[in-house]
C-alpha cells in the first residue's frame, strides 16, 4: 500500500521559509519558529527513508532511481510542459516517471540519484545536435586553434606556434576554423604563413569550412597556378597580376583537399572517440552526421565494437543515393546506435565565404557590387537527385543558406511533391538561414523541417549587416516567425563550424545577443523565443527528424534513458546566466558516460 505524505523538494523548503519570514521577519529563527519547522522536515525526511527503505508493497528492482529533482520531461499537457520529481530506469529505458511517492511507491533500486544530495537543480532529455561533422570536428580538438585568433599577428603567430610544437616533419597543417571577420574583414594569404609553415603543407580553413587558405607549398602540390581554370561552384582568389592568393572557395577547394594524404583507421577512429567524449561532456547523447560513405564506414567499425556513446545519424551525399538505396534494401536503415537513411547536398555556400546564394548582390542597400552568391551543386541536376532519392523513400537533407538558394530548393521540393505524391518524407533544409517571408509560409505548407544553428546568429550578427544591409538581415534566422507559422525548428551547431555545446545554443536562440556583446537586448529581439521551446529544438524535433519520436526526445515512460543533469534550472535563471550553465552529468540509457 503507498504511503501519502508530503515531500519536500529544494524548492518548498525555499518557498515556505520565505513564507514564513514574510510573515514573522526575524522571529523566523526564534526558538519556537525553528523547533517546529525543524520537527516537519525530520518528520518528511522520516517518510521519505521508510518509503524508500521498506517494501510496503512488491515493488520493482530499477537499475538506477533518479528522486527528489525537478525533471523536464518534454511532454505537454493542456498546452504546458510537464515536470517530474522522479523517474526509475531498467534495461536501458525509463519505466516509471512522476511524483517521488508514484514512483518510489513502486520501484526500489541499490543505485539512486537523489537531489537533495546532489548538486543538479534541472535535468532534461539528452541533447541532440541536428547538424555536425563528427571526424572533422575530433580532427579539430588537436589541430592549431584559430577561432577567436582576433589580428593577423595573432594569427600568425599560433600557427607559428603549433608547428614549433609538431615533431612530424612535413606533416599537413589542417583545419583551423579562422574567422576574419574579427581582424577587420582582410582576407589572409599564402605570403602572411609561407615562412612561419615551413616544410609543412598548410590548408587552413575558415570556421564554415566554405573557404581555405593554403600555403604556396600546398598550392604547388595541388598544381594551383595563374593559369588553373575556374571551377563551377566555386572560386579561387587572385590577385591583382591573377595569381591565387591562397583562399579557395567551396568547389575549388578540392584541388588541394585531393592531395591531402587520407587518414588512416586507427586516427579515424580516435577522432570518432574524441569527438564522443566532447559531445558527453556537453550533454550531447544523438548527433546527425553530414558526411560521406567513408565516415560511415568508421561509425560502422565502431558499432560492431560497441564503443559507440553517442547515437549517430549518418547522412552521405545525395550525389550516392542509388548507393545509399542498395545498402538500405540489402541491410536496413540500422539501430539505435547508428542509423541510415538521409541524404545530403548543397545549394549554395556561406555568408562569410559570400557564396551563399541571395536574390540581390552583397553590400549594402544600393551597393554596386555585382557578386550574388554561387550554387555548389547545380539547380537542375540537384532537382533530379532529390526526386529520385525522395521517389525511393529516402530522406534529404539539403543546405541552403542564402535566400535565393532557399526559393530554389522549396521550389525543387514542390516538383518533388507533385511527380512523387504527398508522404510523410520529412523534407530538411539544412541551416535555412536567410528565408523570405513567403518561403516561411512555403515550407510550413510543405512540412519541411528548419534544421538551423543558433550560434551561427550570435556569431554571424556581429558582422552580417555590412554584406546584406540592415533590411535584408532582418530576415535571418526567424525562429520566432517560423515556430509561430507552425515551421519544425531542430537545432544543432555544424561543428566543426561552430562549437557543439547546446546550453550555448539555448542561449543564443533566447537572447540573440551576439558575441561582440554589442546587442545587449538582442540582434533582431523579435526573433526570441523561448528557454522550452530551445529545449524542443534541441531534444524532440531532432528525434521526429530522424523517425525516432516515440524512441528519443522526451523523459517519458517506454523511451530510452538518455539524460543529463545541470547544475541550474535554465527556466528560473535570468536568460544572459544560461551561457554560464554546466552539464554536470551525462546518460546514456541509463548508463553515466560522463561526469564533472
Partial sequence: MATRRFTPTPKNRDEVEDKYARRNGSSLFSGQRIVIISTILILASLSVYLVTNFDFSNKNEADLLVIHSRIWT????????????????????????????????????????????????????????????ILMGGYGLTSVQLRDAATREEFVNRIRKFVEQTEEKSSWLTEGGWNHELWGGELPTRHWIDKVTGDHPAFLCRLDGHMCLANSLALNLAKVTKDTEEVDGGVIVRDSEGNPTGILKDKAMDFVLKVIPAKDQNDKLKSLAAAMKYFAS??????????????????????????????IHAAVPLSSWEKLLKKVNEEGRGDRWLSIGSLKAFTDGSFGSQTAYMFESYGPENS??????????????????????????????IHAIGDRANDILLTANEEMVKKNGKRDRRFRIEHAQSVRREDVIRMKKLDVIASMQPYHLIDDGCWIEKLVGHKRAMRLFPFREMLDEGVKLAFGSDWFVAPPVPLIGIYAAVTRSTLDEKQPNGWIPEQKISVE?????????????????????KIQEGFLADFVLLDQDLTKIPPKEIRDVKVLQTFVEGKKIFSQ
Wanted: aromatic content about 8%.
Fill in 533 to 553: 521551446e530551445a529545449l524542443v529544438a534541441y531534444t524532440q524535433v531532432p528525434a521526429f527528424a530522424t523517425f525516432r519520436e516515440n524512441q528519443e526526445g
Fill in 74 to 133: 518534454g511532454r505537454q499537457l493542456s498546452g504546458k510542459f510537464e515536470w517530474a520529481e522522479s523517474m526509475a530506469i531498467k534495461d536501458g529505458k525509463i519505466v516509471s516517471v512522476g511524483s517521488d511517492s508514484h514512483v518510489q511507491s513502486q520501484w526500489k533500486s541499490h543505485q539512486i540519484i537523489d537531489g537533495w544530495n546532489s548538486n543538479h537543480r534541472m535535468i532534461v532529455p539528452g541533447f541532440a545536435d541536428c547538424h555536425t561533422h
Fill in 368 to 397: 554596386t557590387q555585382e557578386n550574388k552568391g554561387l550554387t555548389v551543386d547545380s539547380n537542375p541536376e540537384l532537382t533530379e537527385w532529390i526526386i529520385g532519392a525522395d521517389a525511393a523513400g529516402l530522406q534529404c537533407s
Fill in 282 to 311: 556537453n550533454g550531447i547523447t544523438i548527433a546527425h552526421h553530414m558526411g560521406t560513405f567513408d565516415d560511415l564506414s568508421i561509425f560502422e567499425k565502431a558499432r560492431k565494437k560497441d564503443s559507440l556513446i553517442t547515437r
